[in-house]
């Protein structure tokens, strides 16, 4: 009888998985972000959460929840029922807190069950004028001539913009001072200034300051060129093959959501953002929309980490 009953149980089981995926969603969904409002992770998450509510029927509810680095949001989220009513938008910090933080209350890889890459945002490499280098080559044989003089502001220890400028450091046989900030705003202010010499400046922010002549762009730090300066060469164009640092968003549930449920957010997000006017909010935050699937993104979550986990530990960086 046992082994009757076993097959007939899974098959039950299963046809309650694609029955409840049907029906999802059927009540309003919780979408958990990790950093402050009216930021770019907001407003990515705030796009997503539009498209959804307009094509389900059923509102997407953005629930911020800064603090630690993103670690308050990700441990809501990890701790909430595994039936895709409580979402995660995981960033570039998500990869990098497990060599952060002695500790965390989850795991990063055996509790979510990622859905997409939705979003990557560009970076840029900017210097003062008075910095006198006009391309990364130059900077690098610049510092070289005086170790420890230099100094590279960042929105704070562990962010992409620090976690950048180590490694240039690391690739460039360098060492240039880090200055960390309460954000990248005032990292921003202090590199045009002239306080800092150089910043890995968000695209948003750094490229008008470089039109209006207050900064000189050296390279964008992902893997192409960004759309809206085609003119400023990659970190590997540059001279650095292989740096890459993007700051990007994504979707994860809990661990043990049902397949159903996780592959048709991804569809629906997807889909989502190949319409204009998402695109649009996107791009205004110097974020290209992205289309992978959860397979890719666990695999990228994996690779970062194993990136990450590496620098962290060369420069010694500690966030507790």
Known sequence: MRKIRIPIITALLACACVVHAQQYPAKPIRLVVGFAAGGPSDVAARTIAQKLTEKWGQQVIVDIRPGAGGNIASEIVAKAPADGYTLLEPAFAHAVNPFLYSKLPFDTLKDFAPVLLFASIANVLVVHPSIPAQSVKELIAFAKTRPGQLSYGSSGNGTASHLAGELLNLMGGIKIAHIPYKGLAPAHTEVMGGQIGLLFDGIVTGIPAVKAGRLRALAVTTVKRWQGTPD?????????????????????????????????????????????????????????????????????????????????????????
């Open 232 to 320: 400023i060469p990659t970190m590997s164009e540059a001279g650095l093959t292989g740096f890459e640092v993007n700051s990007w968003y994504g979707l994860i549930a809990p661990a043990g959501t049902p397949r159903e449920i996780i592959m048709k957010l991804n569809t629906e997000v997807a889909r989502s953002l190949r319409e204009p006017d998402a695109r649009e909010r996107l791009y205004s935050i110097g974020a290209e929309p992205m289309n992978n699937t959860p397979e890719e993104f666990a695999a990228y979550i994996n690779a970062e980490m194993a990136k990450w986990s590496k620098v962290v530990k060369t420069a010694g960086i500690r966030a507790d």
